[in-house]
Antibody, heavy 119, light 107 residues
Framework: EGQLLESGGDLVQPGGSLRLSCAAS????????MNWVRQAPGKGLEWVAT????????LYADSVKGRFTISRDDSRNTLHLQMNSLTAADTAVYFC????????????WGQGTMVTVSS | AIQLTQSPSSLSASVGDRVTITCRAS??????LAWYQQKLGKPPNLLIY???TLKSGVPSRFSGSGSGTDFTLTISSLQPEDFATYFC?????????FGGGTKVEIK
């Protein structure tokens, strides 16, 4: 079925930057769109970004557009999220998630990595 | 952005109860809806996609229905392991959006 393992979460000051990674295994990473979803402490789920297979296109939530960049390295089966100009509102657990294949569900999720933005 | 409104936001039920959770979209999303279960400290787990297709390996007591703007997740006979929070998500239009969640607690 596969596995996703996020890393890179940390405590960062407001205005700072962070790069998250998501290592994929157990499936053919390159053929699936991939996503980042976040969840603030005690809150619901918020879609952050999507990258298509072959990195043909990227999509972002308005709340992160212009500050976050999603990318993928298919040679290393790795998904990334570069986060710049971080604010307290970005504090959350960040999950990477695999598209089921038809752009209509996320069928595999990582355990998440915590990003805390605080001075 | 398409808004998804889940109801109720929480419910208390007993083992063996039939439980129904509703997700209403702010506009027509056809059948592009998924349901997830999330337990505390864990990532979401896909239950249903395409509004009514059960993901392989998910118990048959879970079912989904609806199209357009009104959708339902039903648990036919609640089991102890089903106490969790449930979210709907629409895939009709970007930005993708989630419902606010329904917490199912033990009565």
């Amino acid at each position: 079925e596969g596995q996703l393992l996020e890393s890179g979460g940390d405590l960062v000051q407001p205005g700072g930057s962070l790069r998250l990674s998501c290592a994929a295994s157990g499936f053919t990473f390159s053929v699936y769109p991939m996503n980042w979803v976040r969840q603030a402490p005690g809150k619901g789920l918020e879609w952050v970004a999507t990258i298509s297979d072959l990195a043909g296109s990227t999509l972002y939530a308005d709340s992160v557009k212009g500050r976050f960049t999603i990318s993928r390295d298919d040679s290393r089966n790795t998904l990334h999220l570069q986060m710049n100009s971080l604010t307290a509102a970005d504090t959350a657990v960040y999950f990477c998630a695999k598209d089921i294949g038809g752009w209509d569900a996320f069928d595999l999720w990582g355990q998440g990595t915590m990003v805390t933005v605080s001075s | 952005a398409i808004q998804l409104t889940q109801s109720p936001s929480s419910l208390s039920a007993s083992v063996g109860d039939r439980v129904t959770i509703t997700c209403r979209a702010s506009q027509d999303i056809s059948s592009t809806l998924a349901w997830y279960q999330q337990k505390l400290g864990k990532p979401p787990n896909l239950l249903i996609y395409g509004a009514s297709t059960l993901k392989s390996g998910v118990p048959s007591r879970f079912s989904g229905s609806g199209s357009g703007t009104d959708f339902t997740l039903t648990i036919s006979s609640l089991q102890p392991e089903d106490f969790a929070t449930y979210f709907c998500q629409q895939f009709n239009t970007y930005p993708l959006t989630f419902g606010g969640g329904t917490k199912v607690e033990i009565k």
